[in-house]
């Protein structure tokens, strides 16, 4: 039958489906990625298991990286809700608070295969670090932890005159090598992980807690 709604409609429609299959496109890669491994699986194989045309695949994705960039925009979005949750209710320690980003950030990346997976991930935002998605994502993250410096920092946890985006952008770098270890190492595990954050994190807390004394001491030393 011929449509005979408004022109609008047709094209919402038609938009829509074209969004789905994008998704389920993403969907049945990533399962093959995690199954089979990023390197052995072709954009022929999605399409087979996908159960589509390969053109159509190379019609919404030029290269499997493109899956890859979408995987990661899609993933960073979906926990964008819980990293806000966990700003918005702080436990009272920002060393406890820290590590449930952290944590959030790790997400349900347990198995071998999910963890090879990000790192290929890890590898194409290196290699892709002029992508402004891959840098609004580094921001927004950094973003969470300096809020939270802020929080205690106004509290009185934290030396006020510590500079809450450089500790925010330090803490930023300890949590992605701390991850992309994660991601190398099948044996640890994701509360082992989280204890070796702990530990770093208390290290520099007890500077961060009030650096006056240090301030004062390489003073009298000059």
Excluded at 3 to 24: C, I, S, T, W
Aim: aromatic share 8%.
């Amino acid at each position: 039958m011929p449509h005979r709604g408004k022109p609008g409609e047709a094209l919402g429609l038609r938009d829509r489906k074209k969004a789905q299959q994008r998704l389920d496109l993403i969907e049945v890669a990533v399962r093959l990625f995690k199954k089979r491994g990023y390197e052995a699986v072709r954009m022929e194989d999605i399409a087979s298991k996908a159960e589509v045309s390969t053109k159509t695949v190379y019609n919404y994705f030029p290269t499997k990286r493109d899956i890859l960039i979408e995987f990661l925009v899609a993933d960073r979005e979906r926990a964008i809700s819980e990293f806000e949750r966990i700003i918005e209710t702080p436990l009272g320690n920002p060393i406890d608070d820290l590590v449930r980003l952290m944590e959030a950030d790790i997400g349900d990346v347990l198995l071998p295969g999910e963890r090879a997976l990000w790192l290929e991930i890890m590898a194409v935002t290196v290699r892709e670090r002029g992508d402004e998605r891959f840098r609004r994502y580094r921001h927004m993250f950094t973003s969470y932890f300096e809020t939270l410096l802020s929080h205690f920092q106004e509290a009185g946890n934290i030396s006020p005159s510590l500079d809450v985006a450089l500790a925010a952008h330090i803490i930023h770098i300890v949590h992605s090598e701390n991850f992309e270890h994660f991601c190398m190492e099948p044996g640890l595990t994701v509360e082992g992980a989280l204890s070796l954050a702990r530990k770093q994190l208390e290290l520099l807390f007890r500077a961060w807690a009030d650096d006056k004394p240090m301030v004062d001491a390489r003073r009298a030393r000059k």
